[in-house]
């Protein structure tokens, strides 16, 4: 099994990913407008998000606005909105399984199933990582796709907002901590005890000497 100090490295990189998750989930900040052509008109930006439309005003106040319909989303953001709750449910779940197989805490005490368990929570941060970069990545073609589509005006052109960035750096954090686990969490051999050995012959029958 790994030492202690990796477990409790990742342990602070799934907790740091998992916060990340929860932000790209709540903060409507996945697309924003841009400013670009002849779009210089810098007195709004509209941000768009898994949840809500918000506007912010030049003079710092912002309005927003929840979607009226699931429907009005475009496909990439419905897919992430049900995949980054999907992600952020796996790696709590999986949190909560590495601190009761964990070698620092004393919930299991058997010391053979700890590394299994182990194993457990790091494959399903690895699952939680990709269910957050996948929307991310995704999300951010199609940003890009229709940024670069002479079709569509300066003015309904987007950006690459912050949540995708931050979408990205939690699925690192979880992937790098996943990819720990697996790594770590291999049973101890059970060939180094201590071996016993027993004599063939039958004790002998005690003797009387006159």
């Not at 409790?8 to 998750?21: F, K, M, S, T, Y």
């Not at 790091?122 to 929307?135: E, H, S």
Request: hydrophobic share 45%.
């Amino acid at each position: 099994m790994g030492s202690v100090g990796v477990q409790i490295v990742c342990v602070a990189l799934g907790v740091l990913g998992l916060i990340g998750v929860i932000v790209c989930c709540a903060i409507p900040r996945w697309n924003m407008s841009s400013f670009v052509g002849s779009n210089i008109v810098t007195a709004q930006t509209t941000y768009k998000g898994l949840w809500m439309e918000c506007v912010m005003q030049s003079t710092g106040q912002q309005q927003c606005k929840s979607y009226d319909s699931l429907l009005v989303l475009p496909s990439d953001l419905q897919a992430a909105r049900a995949m980054t709750i999907i992600s952020a449910m796996v790696s709590t779940l999986s949190l909560l399984i590495l601190f009761c197989g964990a070698d620092f805490t004393t919930c299991i005490e058997n010391e053979d199933a700890k590394p299994k368990i182990s194993l457990v929570a790091g494959i399903g941060m690895i699952i939680a990582g990709l269910l957050v970069i996948i929307p991310a990545s995704w999300s951010a073609h199609t940003v890009v796709r229709e940024f670069n589509n002479p079709m569509i005006t300066a003015s309904a052109k987007m950006e690459l907002g912050p949540c995708i960035f931050i979408g990205w750096g939690a699925g690192v954090l979880l992937l790098i901590a996943g990819g720990l686990l697996c790594c770590f969490s291999r049973p101890s051999s059970s060939s180094g005890g201590t071996a016993k050995y027993y004599s063939n012959s039958s004790p002998s029958a005690p003797k009387n000497y006159v």
